[in-house]
T-cell receptor
Framework: DTGVSQDPRHKITKRGQNVTFRCDPI?????LYWYRQTLGQGPEFLTY????????KSRLLSDRFSAERPKGSFSTLEIQRTEQGDSAMYLC???????????FGQGTRLTVV | KNEVEQSPQNLTAQEGEFITINCSYS?????LHWLQQHPGGGIVSLFM???GKKKHGRLIATINIQEKHSSLHITASHPRDSAVYIC?????????????FGEGTQLTVNP
């Protein structure tokens, strides 16, 4: 399978714990985006990378959130000291270049209890 | 007011009906995307368009740049078309072409 893959698909964690999600984009895609989607809403932009450079972060991305794409391939999104409000679907997408079609992963559904 | 608005929010149809979902946006865009999201979360890109009309199977997408409006049509709808349809716009290159999404339209097609 050469699509965008995300791991894990589901994560249940206790409030205050740290969690890390991984996204593997399509191999030749140099742009990678993280979005967050809460129930009944459309996704919202969190951050994006061009190769290994993180070029933009949303105001939604508090200091507890950090994202990396160390070698310009896979990316990780870490949430420290999780809160119940962090419960959402975290979606990763990649594009070959700025104006091209976006390919999405299946998402990681986070539940903070 | 959201930058991308869709209507209707929910739509129920009978199998075989012609379906239209509308999207209006208020910002300058480089492209507009129509996406499909099934239960479980995965999003599939249906169309990316910046002008005119595109067709794929029973799906047709149109865009009017002057009016900042797009429509997604489904002909001869089928229960397997039941999903959330999301309109998203890609903004200028200076914004990294990140997508701004509408809230989605929940479509249910009954047999």
């Amino acid at each position: 399978d050469t699509g965008v893959s995300q791991d894990p698909r589901h994560k249940i964690t206790k409030r205050g714990q740290n969690v890390t999600f991984r996204c593997d984009p399509i191999s030749e895609h140099n742009r990678l985006y993280w979005y967050r989607q809460t129930l009944g809403q459309g996704p919202e932009f969190l951050t994006y990378f061009q190769n290994e450079a993180q070029l933009e972060k949303s105001r939604l991305l508090s200091d507890r959130f950090s994202a990396e794409r160390p070698k310009g391939s896979f990316s990780t999104l870490e949430i420290q000291r999780t809160e119940q409000g962090d419960s959402a679907m975290y979606l990763c997408a990649s594009t070959q270049w700025g104006y091209s079609r976006a390919f999405f992963g299946q998402g990681t559904r986070l539940t903070v209890v | 007011k959201n930058e991308v608005e869709q209507s209707p929010q929910n739509l129920t149809a009978q199998e075989g009906e012609f379906i239209t979902i509308n999207c209006s946006y208020s910002v300058g865009i480089s492209a507009l995307h129509w996406l499909q999201q099934h239960p479980g979360g995965g999003i599939v890109s249906l169309f990316m368009l910046s002008s005119g009309k595109k067709k794929h199977g029973r799906l047709i997408a149109t865009i009017n740049i002057q009016e900042k409006h797009s429509s997604l049509h489904i002909t001869a709808s089928h229960p397997r078309d039941s999903a959330v349809y999301i309109c998203a716009v890609g903004r200028s290159e200076t914004s990294g072409s990140r997508l701004t999404f509408g809230e989605g339209t929940q479509l249910t097609v009954n047999p």
